[in-house]
């Protein structure tokens, strides 16, 4: 009975204290951003976000990242897996193109990338596809009256390219970008 007991203290010892404190340090010491959030900061060294967790930009001169229907809350991550054909997806996506045509009521329906009027698995995807990015080009530089090009460059320079040039796609972190612009703004 005894021998039980001890192998069970030594194994809440390992197991629930050691191991994680230990890969907690591994951590800590081989990844820091990463262990701690991947945090952004601005210019005065305020966390403004997460390079993980997309967020909700509705103020006008600011691109805006991918639908999120838990509102981006990591806590509710996943989505309601609707099929294509569901009632309530459809409403959802015909909410979304109603609000782009309303910024823009001569765009060609066919060509808004998708990425902008459907969520992802998670509801928390902080990035959106460089079709996505420069669809919103015009838009934003006459909110902002940054030219085009400039708004180019600032795609091109936050787009992160396929990993390993192989797995994905290129994209583009929003809340980088939108810290690039409101950079050129000032």
Do not use: W
């Not at 009975?1 to 204290?17: A, D, E, H, T, Y």
């Not at 006459?142 to 708004?151: A, P, W, Y």
Request: charged residues 20%; hydrophobic residues 40%; aromatic residues 6%.
């Amino acid at each position: 009975m005894f021998k039980i007991i001890r192998l069970s203290l030594l194994m809440i010892v390992l197991c629930g204290i050691a191991y994680p404190l230990a890969m907690t340090g591994l951590g800590q010491l081989l990844f820091p951003a990463q262990a701690n959030g991947s945090l952004i900061e601005n210019e005065k060294g305020e966390v403004v976000g997460s390079e993980l967790i997309g967020q909700n930009f509705n103020e006008q001169g600011y691109f805006y990242g991918r639908i999120s229907s838990i509102e981006y809350d990591a806590s509710a991550s996943g989505s309601n897996n609707y099929a294509p054909s569901n009632a309530d997806m459809l409403k959802r996506v015909q909410q979304s193109i109603a609000y782009i045509q309303k910024e823009d009521p001569n765009i060609n329906l066919k060509e808004i990338p998708v990425d902008l009027i459907t969520n992802s698995g998670s509801g928390l995807d902080p990035h959106i596809s460089v079709a996505a990015a420069k669809f919103q080009v015009d838009r934003v530089s006459k909110e902002t009256g940054i030219n085009q090009d400039t708004l180019n460059k600032a795609i091109e320079d936050t787009t992160i390219p396929r990993s390993l040039q192989l797995f994905g796609e290129p994209r583009v972190n929003v809340l980088k970008l939108n810290m690039e612009i409101q950079g050129l703004k000032k």
